[in-house]
C-alpha cells in the first residue's frame, strides 16, 4: 500500500500535470532535426572534435593521469593536467586565472554564496539564470534585488539609491565608496536570446565603483574572436570583474570555468562550497573540455559561426508571423510567443511529430503570458529543415485563428496550405551527418549573404 509521501508526492504531480507543466525525461529519435539542444556549433556529433578528443586520450596510454579525477579537488582530485588547462583557458579568454567548476550551475552558486561579503549587495538582471538565484539564498549580501531586464534607466535607479544610503549610514573615509555591489548579467539570455547592453552596463557601474559578473554561457563557442565571448567582442575584458564560460554547450563537453583576477580563484578555492565538496570532473572530460578549446584556439570554428549567422538571417527574414510573437534575438536562440502552456505545448508537439526537436518553454520558467517554443539554430541545420519548420509553425498558426476545433492540422501540411512560404522544399528532410552543415552557406543567394550581419 503506498505510504502517506508516495500519496503526497502523486498529487503534487497530478496539479502539476492539470496546469500544463508536468515534466518528464524522454529519448529523442537520431531521425530528428535537431532545434533544442545548446550543440550550437555541432561539436557534439562533430569528427574533428572526436579526432582531437581521441588523439589527447592516446597521449597518455599509462592512464596518468588516471580516468577518474579520484576526489576533491582539494583532496587528491587534482592535477597538474587540470592546472594547465586552467592556465590555457585564462590566456584564451584574456583573464589572469581561471577555475574550473563541475558545471556552470555550480560556479553560480560558488560565487554568488561565498564572494559577497556580509551586508553587500547584489542587484541582478530579473531573467538571470536559477543557479545564480540558488547562490543568492546562501549568500551574506545583505541586499539581494532584482532590475527589469536590460533597463539601465532601473538598474542607475538602484546603484545610486545604494550610494546614498551607503553616504547617509556609513562614515565613509579614504577611497571606499561603501558595500560592494555586485551586478550580475547573462551576455546572452538563454530563454529569450536577445544580448545584455554591456559597454552601457560597465560604464554605469564604473561610476558607481560596482562589479560585474557576466554568465557567458550561451555566447562561448559563438561570439568574440575565435569564440571566445561576448565581453571580448565588446573590448571589455579587463572592465568586467568575472565571467563565466561553460564547456556544456557550444563546447560539447562538461563543466565550467570563472575568469578573472588571481585573488579571485584563490579565494574560491578556500570558501566555494561547491568546489571544495564535490569530487573533481574526471580526466577523460578535462581532455574533451582541451580538445574543444583547441580547436577555438586554431580557429577550425569560424566557419560553423558563419553557417550560424546565416541560418539567423534566413530564418528571422523568412518567417512570417506577427511582429510582436517572434523575440526580438540576433543570437541562434529564437523564440515564437504563445500565451499560455497548453498552446507551446501545442505548437512544439505538432513540431516533433513532423520530426523537428522543438521544445515548449513555460511558466514558471519564463513569465505568465510570455511563454515560447524555444528554437536553437546550429551549424549542423540545413535550409530545408528550416524551410520545413517556418511552414509548419505558420499552417499551425494560420489554423489557430481560423478555428476553434480541436482536431490538428497534418503534421506535413500540404503545399497549397504553405503558399506564404518563400522556398518551396520536402517537408520530410532528413537530420543531416555532420558531413552535411558544410552546404548550408553555399545554398544561400548572394543577396541573402550579402545581408549578413558582421557580428552577431
Not at 556549433?41 to 593521469?65: C, D, I, V, Y
Not at 581532455?287 to 569560424?302: D, F, H, N, P, R
Not at 513555460?362 to 517556418?390: A, M, W, Y
Not at 520536402?426 to 555532420?434: H, I, R
Amino acid at each position: 500500500m503506498p505510504s502517506q509521501i508516495e500519496h503526497q508526492l502523486k498529487a503534487q504531480l497530478e496539479s502539476r500535470k492539470a496546469r500544463s507543466l508536468l515534466r518528464s525525461l524522454v529519448v529523442i529519435p537520431e531521425s530528428s532535426a535537431d532545434f533544442s539542444s545548446n550543440d550550437f556549433l555541432g561539436l557534439a556529433r562533430n569528427p574533428a572534435l572526436g579526432s582531437h578528443f581521441l588523439k589527447e586520450l592516446a597521449s597518455f596510454p599509462k592512464h596518468t593521469p588516471p580516468l577518474g579525477s579520484t576526489g576533491s579537488r582539494l583532496l587528491d582530485g587534482n592535477s597538474r593536467y587540470a592546472e594547465d588547462l586552467e592556465t590555457l583557458i585564462a590566456d584564451f579568454h584574456h583573464a589572469e586565472a581561471a577555475l574550473i567548476f563541475n558545471s556552470g550551475f555550480d560556479a553560480n552558486v560558488g560565487f554568488f554564496s561565498s564572494v559577497p561579503q556580509p551586508g553587500d549587495v547584489i542587484l541582478y538582471d530579473e531573467y538571470i539564470h536559477a543557479s545564480v538565484h540558488d547562490g543568492m539564498k546562501v549568500t551574506r549580501a545583505g541586499v539581494k534585488k532584482a532590475f527589469l531586464h536590460n533597463d539601465l534607466d532601473h538598474l542607475a535607479q538602484l546603484l545610486q539609491a545604494v550610494r546614498r544610503e551607503d553616504r547617509e549610514r556609513y562614515d565613509l573615509s579614504g577611497s571606499s565608496m561603501g558595500r560592494n555591489i555586485f551586478v550580475a548579467v547573462e551576455s546572452v539570455y538563454s530563454m529569450d536570446g536577445d544580448t545584455a547592453p554591456l559597454r552601457d552596463i560597465v560604464d554605469l557601474l564604473e561610476s558607481h565603483g560596482a562589479h560585474l559578473i557576466v554568465d557567458e554561457a550561451h555566447a562561448t563557442g559563438v561570439y568574440g574572436v575565435n569564440g571566445r565571448g561576448l565581453v571580448n567582442e565588446l573590448g571589455l575584458e579587463h572592465r568586467v570583474f568575472a565571467r563565466l564560460h561553460t564547456f556544456s554547450k557550444a563546447l560539447a563537453s562538461n563543466g565550467a570555468a570563472l575568469v578573472g583576477p588571481k585573488v579571485l580563484k584563490e579565494y574560491l578555492i578556500n570558501y566555494a562550497r561547491p568546489l571544495i565538496y564535490s569530487t573533481f570532473t574526471s580526466f577523460s572530460n578535462l581532455a574533451s573540455v582541451k580538445s574543444a578549446y583547441q580547436m577555438l584556439i586554431a580557429g577550425e570554428t569560424v566557419v560553423l559561426v558563419e553557417k550560424i549567422r546565416g541560418l539567423i538571417h534566413y530564418f528571422r527574414s523568412n518567417i512570417q508571423i506577427p511582429e510582436h510573437m517572434l523575440l526580438p534575438s540576433t543570437s541562434p536562440i529564437q523564440g515564437i510567443v504563445m500565451e499560455g502552456n497548453a498552446r507551446v505545448n501545442a505548437l512544439s508537439q505538432q513540431l516533433i511529430k513532423a520530426g523537428l526537436n522543438v521544445k515548449p518553454i513555460r511558466f514558471p520558467t519564463v513569465p505568465k503570458g510570455k511563454e515560447r517554443v524555444r528554437i536553437c539554430l546550429h551549424s549542423h541545420n540545413t535550409q530545408e529543415q528550416v524551410d520545413q519548420l517556418i511552414r509548419i509553425v505558420q499552417a499551425w498558426l494560420r489554423h489557430e485563428k481560423q478555428s476553434t476545433a480541436t482536431a490538428p492540422i497534418p503534421a506535413n501540411p500540404a503545399s497549397s496550405e504553405l503558399s506564404t512560404t518563400p522556398t518551396a522544399s520536402t517537408l520530410s528532410s532528413p537530420s543531416p551527418s555532420p558531413s552535411s552543415s558544410s552546404s548550408i552557406l553555399s545554398t544561400l543567394s548572394v543577396s541573402t549573404l550579402s545581408a549578413i550581419p558582421a557580428k552577431l
